[in-house]
């Protein structure tokens, strides 16, 4: 297989460059096909350290969100999934930015796979990454300057509720994800080492993704028939299950500025403001609940969902990250 290179300018820490494997505290936890490692402060596994330590509510919240996802999803997992939780300063990544998440990429029949959903939707056994994760995601400490809400009660004005960011960064990991490149404005690449990497394919959410104008993502490319639009404000999910239930195209997250780590990867916020998979969420609201649509969305991306999600009326209000916004 030949790798080609991207080239970025990427500064390096030497202290990165040196960090060894430390999990002395680290505890890892099984919930249903995840075993979930929680970092705590100073536990590192070679690429991400701890800065907070873990409590046991924390860490049942973790399992809520993960059996939301398994409740409906009937595909049995090649293996576990390593999954690895750090507390962090996400300052770093931009302004009320909440969790992010970054999965391992698989290269496989034609596509690219997160690793967790290879394992799972695929029932494949591919190797983590050197790290040892499939997934890993990172929370802000900070909550993005509010304070977190644990526990089943719902968040209170000034609150972000912890289950609802988990449930939507595990969701990522999932599939929601895309191969575009805005660097490059392509599709299908995807990184082995940085800057190394492959044109592997799309994603499955990518083949259900089109513009107004019609324009599908192709790989190696930019578009097919045409340039895709990735600016169009929103572009659609397109998927058969998705579009039956909704009544027509699905509006997806597409600012006339893309957004890293946003645009294209998420429910169109005006349209879905309340759904777990918005880009955003405010303070005092909570998104633990897949909805029918999201199912759907699921189903089209190739899951086996059970029970199959029910026509309803959808309820229609005025981020691999998750962002914190203003109520309006």
């Given at each position: ?10 500064i ?26 929680f970092?705590n402060i ?10 907070s ?112 960011i ?30 190394y990497g ?9 083949e ?21 639009n990735?600016t ?30 946003s ?21 005092g ?5 897949l ?38």
């Amino acid at each position: 297989m030949t790798y080609s290179c991207r080239y970025y300018i990427i500064i390096l820490c030497l202290s990165l460059l040196l960090t060894t494997f430390c999990t002395a505290t680290a505890i890892t936890q099984t919930y249903g096909v995840f075993d979930v490692t929680f970092y705590n402060i100073g536990d590192s596994d070679g690429e991400n350290t701890g800065q907070s330590d873990w409590t046991s509510q924390q860490m049942d919240d973790v399992a809520g969100a993960i059996f939301e996802w398994q409740s409906q999803i009937a595909n049995v997992a090649g293996r576990q999934i390593q999954m690895h939780l750090f507390w962090g300063n996400l300052n770093t990544l931009g302004g009320n930015m909440l969790g992010n998440s970054q999965s391992k990429k698989i290269e496989a029949d034609g596509h690219v796979w997160n690793s967790v959903e290879y394992a799972w939707k695929a029932g494949q056994n591919p190797i983590t990454s050197s790290y040892g994760y499939d997934t890993v995601i990172q929370l802000d400490s900070a909550a993005a300057g509010k304070s977190w809400n644990f526990g089943s009660d719902a968040p209170i004005e000034g609150e972000v509720d912890f289950r609802s960011i988990i449930t939507h960064e595990i969701g990522h990991s999932l599939g929601w994800d895309s191969t575009y490149d805005k660097m490059f404005d392509d599709w299908g690449w995807m990184y082995t080492t940085r800057p190394y990497g492959l044109y592997g394919g799309l994603t499955a959410w990518d083949e259900n993704l089109v513009d107004s104008s019609g324009n599908k993502p192709i790989t190696r490319g930019k578009g097919t028939p045409g340039n895709f639009n990735q600016t169009d404000d929103p572009v659609y999910f397109d998927g058969e299950n998705a579009t039956a239930l909704y009544g027509g195209l699905v509006p997806i997250t597409a600012p006339a500025t893309f957004s890293y780590a946003s645009s294209l990867l998420h429910l169109d916020e005006a349209t879905f403001g309340d759904m777990v998979m918005s880009s955003s969420i405010a303070s005092g609201q909570m998104a633990r609940t897949l909805s029918d649509l999201e199912w759907a969305m699921m189903e089209d991306m190739g899951w086996t969902v059970v029970p199959e999600p029910s026509s309803v009326i959808l309820m229609i209000s005025a981020f691999g990250m998750l962002r914190l916004r203003s109520r309006k």
